[in-house]
């Protein structure tokens, strides 16, 4: 194990993709990690018994950022979708400066921020209407936080890595919702008629984060553009879910309202509106084409292809177990 500090991973907690925790148990066989959690609860102590060191704390709150960060000079920045997720961003931020001797900053950002141009973002409604597809006329709050993270982080002068990843293959959109219709029907319930996209796992996420984080300095103030392999039509995920799961499956297109009515506002709109905005911005994206594109960034940082959607949906937890109970 390296005498190096150890490099503080915030996210440690979450569950959507699991990025931050799969890239601890990447980093622990040759680094020390700090583990920045907003509960000692199991997944806590799961990263304890890994090795991990935990820091238990709120990452809206200064003092403890400050603690956290203490004695790290190498930051893996994440958090769960929130209101305040720029505050959570600048407020590390500052910590780091006051701090002084960062090597590095690895931002999890979005795929969205390679296309949220200042002109795009200000132009007329039915400009960006036009542009953006699928009646989206407006970014999620959480867009738009992302965008202006990354702006804070540019001005910061901190040595700054973006990570813009594409859909992840685990999000609740892709493998969530339309579980009930799979597993009952063996259909697959999406609103994006033919067009294509190329989600990623978040396992290769985390291992070019993870490769960042040991060997930062040709990384240092680049943004990255990560996807999948392939562009692939809802009929090609539905023949990976069928590999996935053992059994035949079709797609089944549905009308993009009705559908975000039925996924989203019914499961989230009163309970998490800030979750539900952000998760209906994206499906009206990808219905308008937003995300149809295949870059070959993430080939030239690991030196091998992406993951395919097959493989994600094959090792995604939720899935195994709606398998295990069906």
């Known amino acids: 194990m390296s005498k190096r500090p150890p490099i503080l991973i915030t996210g440690a907690g979450g569950e959507v993709g699991s990025v931050s925790r799969t890239m601890i148990k990447m980093l622990l066989q040759q680094c020390a990690v700090r583990a920045f959690v907003r509960t000692d609860d199991e997944r806590a102590e799961a990263l304890r018994q890994a090795g991990a060191e935990v820091f238990v704390g709120d990452l809206l709150n200064g003092s403890d950022v400050a ?32 701090q002084g001797g960062i090597e590095v900053f690895v931002n999890i950002s979005e795929f969205e921020q390679t296309f949220m141009t200042f002109d795009r973002m200000t132009a007329e409604r039915e400009a960006r209407i036009a542009w953006l597809g699928g009646s989206v006329a407006e970014w999620s709050p959480q867009q738009r936080a992302h965008w202006a993270s990354e702006q804070a982080l540019q001005w910061s002068g901190l040595p700054v890595v973006n990570i813009r990843a594409t859909m992840f293959a685990e999000n609740p959109i892709l493998s969530w ?22 989600p990623i796992a978040a396992y290769d996420v985390a291992e070019v984060c993870a490769k960042i984080l040991t060997d930062p300095p040709s990384h240092i103030s680049m943004s990255y553009a990560l996807t999948g392999p392939v562009l692939k039509d809802m009929h090609g995920f539905a023949e990976d879910y069928g590999a996935a799961l053992g059994r035949q499956v079709s797609y089944v297109p549905q009308d993009l309202d009705a559908w975000i009515g039925t996924y989203i506002d019914r499961t989230l709109a009163s309970r998490n509106p800030h979750i539900a905005d952000h998760l209906k ?33 094959e090792h995604n937890p939720r899935i195994r177990k709606a398998l295990e109970g069906a």
């Open 67 to 98: 603690a956290a960060l203490k004695g790290c000079r190498r930051i893996y920045f994440s958090m769960s979708l929130n209101p305040y997720y720029s505050d959570a961003t600048i407020l590390m931020a500052a910590a780091a400066r006051a």
């Open 177 to 198: 919702f339309p579980l009930k219709q799979l597993l009952s029907a063996g259909e697959l319930h999406l609103p994006f008629a033919t067009q294509k996209i190329a």
């Open 281 to 313: 911005a994206i499906t009206r994206l990808v219905a308008g084409g937003r995300y149809d594109v295949v870059t070959d960034e993430l080939e030239r940082l690991l030196g091998r292809a992406p993951k395919t959607v097959q493989w994600a949906l």
